[in-house]
């Protein structure tokens, strides 16, 4: 063995171990090749092995290079497989190449370099390799962790070799991770979406329910705390809660089953959504944890929910903290949309019809845009207002705060004998009674009507006993009040979405208002009809009013014995 034929050898030995020179190796390897035929035959067989190592070096640095090009350009599969399949018939000195698999949205594609057609024997086989028309196709699976991403193929005319193969497995491997990589984020994406979708439900208890089942099924979360406002306001009504435990739903605030739950996340609900957390997490075991807080606004931040959630295996994999993050920020809008819908609505309607509400998706057609119907109407003014106003409250600040009071009571009086509020003109209240389901009979819209204005009367009188309004010093204050039963087109109207009716005896129901005197409650003669209790009322009156030609026939409610 000469020292040329040594050196050669100790070289390929190195270039393939990827070792620094060693004498020792050196000499191990003249030891073990005792004659030049040994020699040459394993330089041969090591030259070899380098040059198929090279080939798939090249093959492998192809393939990176044209991925990492799709990733910096963000080019989509349809763009990519072009060059991927130009690559794998060059290196692999395949006449055609294809791959079939599913695209960005997740619809299955082939792609083809060549003249050569996969029939469904072809794409449903199993074999690595199969013989068809014209030659014979190498098959790889493509798949990342057991999961199938489709097929990858390679023609040639003669059967192909072990090192084809073995590159073509090297080009699935590099494009695996790659369709993974697409299918994740396309999945990502659909997840997300049907959450989204989800939390558009109408009624907003509903659509949570549907968002956490979907987010369960994608994220192995173990206690989930979440708590929010259903209003602007922390009130007994306003917070809502959900509490799941070893991911299975415990407690939620729409379903009062353990009232000393309820009492505790209703008494520590202002706490938690300012970011004391300590007494909730105490109360259900809660450690290691992932928080989302509901922000909305820009300018005046404002915490509208808190989310708490535990995974089961103490931390959570990027993919399920994209998803929290997506879920917090879709329910976060979702919660500040409910309750823009149902400020808007509550200043119209109780909270019972608001609820019934917003249980329709499509409410403001069904119920909210103008029709025509009868109804019951009310106007009710403080008599004398100006009086009291410049004689006894003198100063802005307590005219205000008396028409505060009165006007707020006034509403939930409307409220409680199921009336809607029209608006305030001044000191007058205008309220409806009927909308929006128009679900009850005539004369019980009557009687309705009828019952707030007797009430209304009532907290008018009892309003010179209220110490912050000071006015108990004054003569009595009372209310003036007109009643009509009557068709009118009710809706919302105007660039605001104003909540109002419009009709002549709308009109006259204002006009008689005005003619009552305090205490009085003034009933148009068809209100009397409609209601049926005759005797409740004294004899037939007639008022001139301004722009009408006949005068206005009412009656007046008698005071009760």
Known sequence: MTSLDTYHA???????????????????????????????????????????????????????????????KRQPLERVMPGLLEILTTHLGAHAAAVQTTDESLSERTFIRG??????????????????????????????????FGKAFCFFSVRPSEEAHELLEIFCEHL???????????????????????????????????????????????DLVLVFQHEDSLDAGAVRYRIHKNGVLAHRSAVIEDPEI??????????????????????????????????????????????????????????????????ADYLRQRIVDFNREWKHLANIFNSKVCGELLREEDYVERWLTPRDEELAILYAD???????????????????????????????????????????????????????????????????????????????RALVHDPELRIAHVEPVDVSVGLNFCPASVGFFGPNDDYTAFSSGMNNTARLQGVARGGEILCMQRFIDVLGQPERFSEAREAEVKNVSEPLPYRALRDDP
């Open 115 to 148: 003249n050569v057609t996969l029939d469904a024997a072809l794409l449903q086989t199993r074999e690595r390799v199969l013989d068809v028309d014209g030659g014979v196709a190498a098959v790889h699976v493509l798949d990342v962790a057991g999961e199938d």
């Open 262 to 327: 309820d009492a505790f996340l209703r008494a520590n609900a202002t706490a938690f959504l300012d970011g004391d957390d300590a007494p909730v997490r105490e109360r259900f075991g809660i450690q290691r944890y992932r928080e989302e807080v509901l922000i909305t606004g820009v300018r005046s931040a404002r915490v509208v929910g808190r989310m708490l959630v535990t995974s089961r295996q103490g931390e959570f994999h990027t993919y399920d903290r994209e998803l929290l993050d997506r879920f």
């Open 382 to 460: 403080i008599s004398g207002f100006t009086r009291l106003s410049e004689g006894v409250l003198k100063t802005p600040e307590a005219v205000g705060r008396l028409i505060d009071t009165w006007a707020d009571r006034t509403v939930a009086a409307l409220w409680r004998h199921g009336g809607a509020f029209d608006k305030m003109i001044g000191d007058c209240v205008i309220g409806l009674f009927g909308p929006p389901f128009y679900e009850s009979q005539p004369a019980e819209r009557c009687a309705n009507a009828l019952g707030a204005a007797t009430e209304i009367r009532e907290l008018t």
């Open 176 to 222: 695996d991770n790659h369709l993974a990589a697409i299918a994740q984020a396309r999945h990502k994406y659909e997840v997300i979406r049907s959450i989204s979708n989800a939390l558009k439900e109408p009624v907003l208890g509903r659509g949570l329910s549907r968002a956490i089942d979907i987010l369960r099924r994608q994220v192995d979360f173990d």
């Open 10 to 72: 100790q070289e390929c030995f190195q270039r393939l171990q990827g070792s620094p020179p060693d004498k020792r190796a050196t000499a191990t390897l003249r030891g073990l090749m005792s004659d030049t035929g040994s020699v040459d035959r394993r330089i041969a067989e090591l030259e070899t092995r380098i040059a198929r190592y090279e080939r798939a070096e090249k093959l492998r640095k192809a393939v990176d290079d044209r991925l990492e090009l799709a990733l910096e």
